[in-house]
């Protein structure tokens, strides 16, 4: 097997199981404080391949680009993931990750709008079938989802989108790999402070009086138990390390049109692992939707990779 592909096919793994993982300890340990975890362990794997990569372009990093991976960090990791994860304590797994794997196709669009990168056809054919598919999964007219969920998840898949769109200004430069681990760093340092801060008194009870308990008084170790603590290091070292280190040791052997396509199988392969493991079950709208969605992604994926192998005229 070539390397690339099997960069692929562990991403692929490490995403779509992330999830279904996360429902073993939904409500057993605080939403903010395994967020705080699972990046500062991602921070750590990804510490050396971030090195190596500063290393081969000869880049160094200055203040400002320090700067921009705090605010990455704010809008990706310390905002957008708590809220992420919060999800899946509302509504099913595999509902979850299918509306989650509609985010490049938002970043697509808001690259469009915010950096001014060419659309084509086919991303617009693909955000229409993306759009499809999310309205079948929740089925307005007999929805069975819990409101509350789902707005959840769609809140956290504009943020993760808005997060690729700023992160790309910076990919260039330094390559993904830098980018990630340092938005990881300042994004579980912010989370940090905010754990810190839900512990003053005054704080803690406007925040519980808002009718948001689980972002006050934020333990730091508390709730970890021997029987929850694989399953948060499965999502910290596992998806969080493991996973986007092989995302982006992927990008070094295959063009990112084909990396890309870990995304494609994520709304696939989640909610079925979803139906083994938790017996959630896959109703016709949530099926229907899950095509829609795999058939949006392979309208904007196919195209680009078809395009990539095809061999230049000569000039």
């Not at 429902?23 to 500062?40: C, D």
């Not at 700067?67 to 919060?86: D, R, S």
């Not at 994520?266 to 939707?289: C, R, Y």
Request: overall charge positive; hydrophobic content about 55%; proline content about 5%.
């Amino acid at each position: 097997m070539k390397k690339g592909y099997f960069y692929i096919a562990v991403a692929t793994i490490m995403f779509s199981t992330f999830e279904v993982a996360l429902k073993y300890i939904a409500g057993e340990v605080n939403s903010v404080q395994l967020t705080f975890a699972r990046f500062f362990i991602g921070f750590l794997f990804l510490a050396p391949l971030a090195w190596r990569t500063l290393k081969k372009r000869g880049q160094t990093l200055d203040r400002r680009s320090l700067g921009y991976f705090a605010l990455l960090g704010l809008v990706g990791i310390a905002i957008c993931m708590p809220i992420y994860q919060l999800s899946v304590n509302y509504t099913d797994s595999g509902v979850v990750a299918v509306l989650f794997s509609c985010n490049p196709v938002f970043v697509t669009f808001l690259a469009f709008l915010l950096l001014g990168e060419a659309i084509h056809v086919r991303h617009i054919a693909a955000l229409v079938l993306e759009v499809a598919g999310t309205i079948a999964i929740i089925n307005p007219f007999h929805t069975q989802l819990d409101p509350v969920g789902v707005i959840l998840s769609l809140a956290a898949t504009i943020l993760f989108s808005i997060y690729g769109v700023m992160g790309k200004k910076q990919v260039a430069r330094y390559g993904g790999a830098v980018v990630t681990c340092f938005s990881f760093l300042f994004g579980s340092l912010i989370i940090l402070v905010l754990i810190g801060v839900s512990h003053i008194p005054a704080i803690a009870a406007a925040i519980n009086a808002a009718g948001l308990p689980a972002f006050a008084n934020i333990p730091l170790l508390s709730g970890y138990t021997l029987e929850n603590l694989p399953y948060v290091l499965y999502v910290s070292a596992g998806v969080a390390g493991i996973g986007f280190c092989a995302y982006f040791l992927a990008m070094e052997y295959e063009p990112a049109s084909v990396v890309s396509l870990v995304y494609f199988f994520k709304p696939a392969l989640s909610p079925v692992l979803a139906w083994w493991l938790h017996g959630e079950e896959i109703p016709f709208n949530m099926l229907l939707g899950i095509v829609l969605i795999v058939a949006g992604s392979l309208c904007a994926i196919i195209p680009g990779i078809l395009e990539a192998k095809r061999p230049r005229a000569a000039l």
